[in-house]
């Protein structure tokens, strides 16, 4: 979901937009598990692409770094990035500042022989306790740990599958994914067409089909009308593809004329076996 964020008022000071947006009282879109409201979709940061500043999802209020100010609503950057559904190691700032504060590092890192040191000193005193923690873990620790881990990531693609899949329900204009597959599927929808408008694979959308009631049609029957039907859309492909409106007996010239069964075969986009017999219906010799 894309949220359109409007323009300040021209001459109207920061401090007074920034109280009248908080006191405008305008309904909650999201909402935390407990009952939260939220002002910015969880799960990611929304961004002012005018300014680059960053919103906060507890009051609406836009900032260029929210690390301090979320300490406002009793939050650490931490609790915030937790309670909120972020990464752990997402920046809390905005691009341009972040940036600015990388390359003023940066800039003191390769200039400072002094602090250089010291970082490598931290690195190697950090890889020291780590290899001693590591060791003194149990090996039944060490797969719990893992596991959870794994969990964790579980939790966090199904969660953004949950949100693509809302909002492509949304673009299609239905609240649930049952209601869109039985009336799509209604509407004479096959499978392919469902997994593209709801980006599910072909086991979770069968799944879905299962969970929604809607029973899946029959395959159709090889029968010798469905092979010829099929025969005659490969020629007027193939045809269409060498720009002829006789196939066979635009084969038969180019045949007589010298060509080879893979230069024919590269012409229609068939294999040698197609051209050969195709070739045998119109009296020339494939060679």
Known sequence: M??????????????????????SGHGHLWQLPDGTGLHARPAE????????RLCCHLCGRWYTSLGSHVRAHGHTADSYRSTLG???????TARGLSAAIRDRQARRYRSNTELRDAFAAGAAQLRHTRDASARLEEPEQRVTRRRAA????????????????????TRLGHPDLAGYLRSAYAAGAGLQALAA???????????ALDVAGVAVRPTGVNTAEGRRSRAL?????????????????????????????????AAVGHSTHWVRWRL??????AG
Request: glycine residues 8%; proline residues 3%.
């Open 2 to 23: 894309i949220c359109a964020l409007s323009r300040p008022e021209a001459g109207v000071p920061e401090a007074r937009r920034r109280r009248a947006a908080s006191d």
């Open 45 to 52: 940061l929304t961004v002012d692409d005018a300014t680059g």
């Open 150 to 169: 794994l969990q964790a990531g579980r939790e966090t693609t199904a969660a953004r599958r949950r949100r693509e899949l809302d909002d492509r329900l």
């Open 197 to 207: 408008a709801t980006g599910l694979g072909r086991a979770r959308l069968r799944a």
């Open 233 to 265: 859309s490969a020629d007027r492909a193939a045809a269409v593809r060498v720009g002829t409106d006789d196939l066979h007996a635009w084969l038969g010239r180019r045949r007589t004329e010298g060509w080879s069964l893979v230069r024919l075969a």
């Open 280 to 285: 045998d219906k119109t009296d020339v010799r």
């Open 86 to 92: 972020l990464c752990a190691g997402e920046p809390l």
